[in-house]
Structures are given as C-alpha cells and as structure tokens.
C-alpha cells in the first residue's frame, strides 16, 4: 500500500519553532519531487515548499522564505519541513505529496492529478 504520513505538528507560541516529517512507505521517494502544502480555514491550498528528486533545488512561496527549509533524507524515504520563526497566518492542515516527473517549483504551483497525498498534520500557532 502506498502511503505518505506526516507528523510532527502541534501546538506552538508565535516564534516558536516546528520541524514536519513526511515518510514514505510502500514506495520510495527518491524518484518523486516531494511538496507541503498547506490549508488554512477558510482559505485554498496552497504550495509552501516543494524539492526536487535529488534535493538539489528548492521551491519556496514567498511568506516562507527565509523563515522554512526544506529537505530530504533518501536512505530513511522521508522528507522534512523545518519551520522556523512561525507567525499566526502559519496555523493551517499541512500535506505533503509526491509527484513524479515535476520540477520543484511545478509541483507546488502546478501540483499533477497523480500525486500521492498524505492525510495532514496540524500546525496551530497561538499565545
């Protein structure tokens, strides 16, 4: 069975930091481009960060540069979103997914209808 699952959300105060997980299983990631998205309430999906096969390039929306990064461990199939400096517009459901044959940027702008998902992981930032 195919799987991707996330974890490491939770609970953080504004400035705080959190580091997301996306493991894989039943198949290995290093021949996908792996992205986190996220979803806040009432609010569309969105792409946040995406890598590419080898980990060589990274894709970043612009309210997370410099704050979030992206990487990738192959040998242990798992991706990772370290998050730093978190702010109240972070709090949203975060996904990853994978996509194969897709640049980094392309998989979180223009994310393709056979990506795997994984089925989230919440992120509240509040004081």
């Known amino acids: 069975q195919l799987q991707l699952v996330e974890s490491g959300g939770g609970l953080v105060q504004p400035g705080g930091s959190l580091r997301l997980s996306c493991a894989a299983s039943g198949f290995t990631l290093d021949d996908y481009a792996i992205g986190w998205f996220r979803r806040a309430p009432g609010k569309e999906r969105e792409g946040v960060s995406c890598?590419?096969?080898?980990?060589?390039?990274?894709f970043y929306t612009d309210s997370v540069k410099g704050r979030f990064t992206i990487s990738r461990d192959n040998a242990k199939n798992t991706v990772y979103l370290q998050m730093n400096s978190l702010s109240l517009e972070d709090t949203a459901i975060y996904y990853c997914a994978a996509g194969r044959r897709v640049t980094a940027q392309t998989m979180c702008t223009m994310t393709p209808s056979g990506a795997y998902w994984g089925q989230g992981s919440q992120v509240t930032v509040s004081s």
């Open positions: 890598i590419s096969r080898t980990g060589g390039i990274a």
